[in-house]
C-alpha cells in the first residue's frame, strides 16, 4: 500500500484509501480457499414478530411492475413461512394497480413486521407507482414503509457497508450461492423473467406464470438465508 494511499487520499483520482483498502481485504479473502465472510462491525437488526423479505418484478419496456412478491416469517416459527404474491396478469394500467393495492393491503394487515430488500429498486419502484396511483396511497405511507426502523435495505445499509465475502461481487445471487442455496431455474435473472411475462402475455400459459412466481420466491428466499447467515456471522 505504500505509495498508493496518502492519509486519506489515493494517488487515484475520485478512489479513497477508504475503497483502496475495502479492495484489498477482498482480494486477501479471495486469494485464500478456507477464507470466511466476515464483519466489519456489529449488525443489529430491528425485533419484529414478522419478518417480510420482498422482491418486485418489473418490465421497463413496458414500464409496469407485473408482480410483488413476499415471503413471510414469524419468528416464533422459524421454520414455517409462506409465499404471497400479488401479480399482473397484464400489463395495464388496471392490473398493475390491483397489484400494487393488494400487495399494500397486505402490508396494512400485518402488524410489528420489519421488511427486508435488496437494493434501492424495491424502494424507487413503489415511490414511482404511488405517483402513479396517488389515490391507492399517500406519498407519507409509501415513505413510513421504507422507514430505517423497519425496513432494512440490506445490500446497501448492510452487506457493502459492514461485511466482507471472499466472492467477486455482491449481488444476492451470488452471496446466496456461495450460502449453499439454489434457484430452482436453471437460468434464474430478472432479464428472464421478463422474457417469460412477454411469452405469458401472449400465450397465457400456466407453466410460464408459475415459473416467474418461483424465481420470485427464490429470491425472496435467498434474502432470508443471507439474513441467517448475517446473524451468525462474527466480526
Known sequence: MNGVVQGKKTIFPRISAKTIRRFQARAALLASPS?????????????????LFFDVETDPMRDC???????ERNRSKPNEETYHAFFADRPTEEQERKALDQALNFLRSRDAYVIYYYSHYERTTLRKLQKR?????????????FSPSVAIDLYTDVVRKKTEWPTNDYSIKTLANYLGFKWRD???SGAASIEWYHRWVETQDSCLRQRILDYNEDDCIAMRVLLDALRGMAI
Open 35 to 51: 477464507s470466511q465472510p466476515y464483519l466489519k462491525e456489529p449488525i443489529t437488526f430491528p425485533e419484529a414478530d414478522i419478518e
Open 186 to 188: 436453471k437460468e434464474p
Open 65 to 71: 411492475c407485473y408482480l410483488h412478491g413476499f415471503i
Open 133 to 145: 396511483f396517488p389515490d391507492i396511497a399517500s406519498e407519507e405511507e409509501i415513505e413510513n414503509l
